[in-house]
Structures are given as C-alpha cells and as structure tokens.
DNA sequence: AAGCCGGGGGT
DNA sequence: ACCCCAGGCTT
C-alpha cells in the first residue's frame, strides 16, 4: 500500500468541494464505455479539449466500437481523424484496437500495465483508461496535473516529473480516484494556469506552497528565462510552412480526398502540395513518402500513393 | 536526453 | 505576425 500523507487531507477536501461545483461536462466524462474513453485520451494526447469535442462524437458515429476500428481500412481511420493532427496517433489508436481484438478477446484489459503494452498507449494514457474506464484507484499525471501539484506541494511549476508521480501517488484519496485526477486536471486548464494563474478562484490555494510565497520571485525568474529561451529558439527556427512537417500534413490532407481508392500519382501528389513542383525535387519527395510509409500513413502501389 | 510528429487558436 | 500547446515513440 503507498504512502498516505495526512497533510493532503484539506487539500484533497477543498479539490473534490471544488469539482462538484466546477467540473467541465465533458462528452467522455458521460460515457462508462472503455473503448469511448480510450478514443477520447487518445485524442486529447496533445490536442486541445476544445479542438476534440466537435470531433468525438462524429468519430464515435463511424467507430461505434473496437471491432469496427479494428475492421476498417486504415485509411478510412485516417480520414475520420482529419482534423485533428499528428495522425499517427489515428494508426496506433487501430493497432490498439486490432491488439484488444487479437490478444484480448475484444475487452480492453482493465490494468494499467496491460494497457501500456498497447500501441500509443503511454503512461498518461494507461492510467487515464484504468482510472476512468474501470475505476482503478491509480493516479493520472499530464501536465496539467504536474503543474498544479508541482505549484502546490514544491513551488515549481516545472517539477521533476518522476517527484510528481510519487506526490500524486501519496495524494491520491482512494476511492475517489476519478473525480481528484478530473478535478486536478480541471483545475489546470481553468484556474492554475502557466500564465496569468487565478489563485483567488483555486480550491488549492490554501494549502498552495507557490500561492503562498507570492508565486515566489525565483519561479518568476526560472519562468521568464524559460520564456525568453523559447523565443529565441523560435526565431531561429524557419516557419512551418515549408518544413517537412508541414508537407507531411499536405501529403496525407491530398490523399484523404479520395479517387475512389485508386490513389494519387507521385507527380500529380507534387504538384498538389507544392507550388513550383519541379522534377528536382521528386527526391525531397520520395523521403517525405518514406517516412510517412514507415509511419503506416500511406501506401506506395507502384506510380500510384493512396492511404492504407 | 533529444528530436520528431499537426493542427487550431489566443493575444 | 508571433507564440502557445504537451504524450508517445524512436534514436
């Protein structure tokens, strides 16, 4: 049994007061479906909750459940996934249903280790399942959470993360598992923010180590050169467009408007993406298809590139 | 430890 | 126009 700390017991009084008042209704917080709640991590890895809210139910629509992702055509996962970004995450979250179909008879497994060995599923992402899918008394750390407890219980805002996950671990109230990480994370995104964080309005605050010494001149000072770091390695960097990055997002944004399913001709796809295409620059390419075929985003059929 | 991976949106 | 966002995987 972890580690129980008696000094936490306002603090998780106050956060739980809180969330009762204050919680987001969120679309996966009213589903018990573990493949839903799956889908949603899945998409909030990195993406913001406003940017995945208009797109959960519609996704749910196409992949009602593990079998019928698992079934589908790659590409039609794909393309379900447009708008969200990094559509790697869209091949994995079907490998992972391909493995629950293959390796665990269509159930997602209930424990967090079980679901790490998942395809794109990560630490964040097995706790999150195992916490709010099947109730697993297990803390659930992003960095929402990291911050917040960093604040509270260090005074950094960027704490080692290996120290929060055994802060977390200590300040977990068992039995109430679901609503602490929810509200903590709420917390996070609404009232203790990087920037400009509202610490009248925060259930931590009373028992806020970086509220109480002011937001603490140092944190102030450690905030502001990081700040100024990342701006200079922001200057330095050429924009996004142009980058391979963005040609990538080009590549799969032409492939997702079908042809059937016939695909794109490697020519044709340059001069989709790039103006200028020249025939100089079929190497740059063909890299670009490497990668993203490596990635399981696309297909090469002879001349011919289409999705999976 | 460091770098890669997309988009939208706030200011 | 500039800047922010933040998990998983690969090397």
């Avoid at 620059?281 to 059929?301: A, K, N, S």
């Amino acid at each position: 049994m972890q580690q129980r700390s008696e000094g936490n017991h306002a603090l998780r009084e106050g956060v739980l007061a809180w969330y009762s008042l204050h919680q987001r209704g969120l679309p996966w917080r009213a589903t018990q479906d573990p493949y839903a709640i799956l889908v949603s991590e899945v998409m909030l890895q990195q993406t913001q909750v406003s940017r995945v809210i208009p797109k959960y139910d519609e996704f749910l629509g196409r992949f009602p459940d593990l079998s019928s992702l698992a079934a589908a055509p790659t590409g039609e996962v794909i393309r379900a996934w447009s708008p969200l970004g990094y559509n790697r995450r869209a091949v994995r979250l079907q490998g992972a249903a391909r493995q629950v179909m293959a390796e665990h008879g269509g159930k997602l497994p209930r424990g967090v280790e079980a679901l790490r060995r998942l395809r794109g599923v990560g630490p964040y992402t097995a706790s999150a399942v195992a916490c709010f899918a099947f109730g697993q008394q297990v803390a659930v750390v992003d960095t929402n959470v990291r911050r917040v407890l960093g604040r509270a219980l260090l005074g950094e805002t960027r704490p080692p993360p290996q120290q929060v996950d055994r802060l977390a671990a200590e300040a977990l109230p068992l039995g109430r598992a679901a609503d602490w990480n929810q509200a903590l994370m709420d917390i996070g995104a609404t009232v203790c923010a990087v920037r400009q964080p509202r610490c009248q309005q925060c259930p931590v605050q009373p028992s806020c180590w970086w509220a109480a010494n002011g937001q603490s001149q140092a944190a102030l000072v450690v905030d502001a050169r990081a700040l100024a770091e990342r701006r200079a390695a922001y200057r330095t960097q050429p924009p996004f467009k142009g980058s391979s990055r963005y040609y990538r997002g080009r590549i799969v944004e032409r492939l997702r408007r079908r042809e059937g399913n016939r695909g794109v001709p490697l020519a044709e796809l340059g001069m989709a993406i790039k103006e200028g295409f020249a025939p100089q620059d079929t190497p740059w390419l063909e890299t670009l298809l490497q990668g993203l075929e490596q990635d399981g985003l696309v297909r090469r059929d002879g001349e011919r590139v289409r999705l999976p």
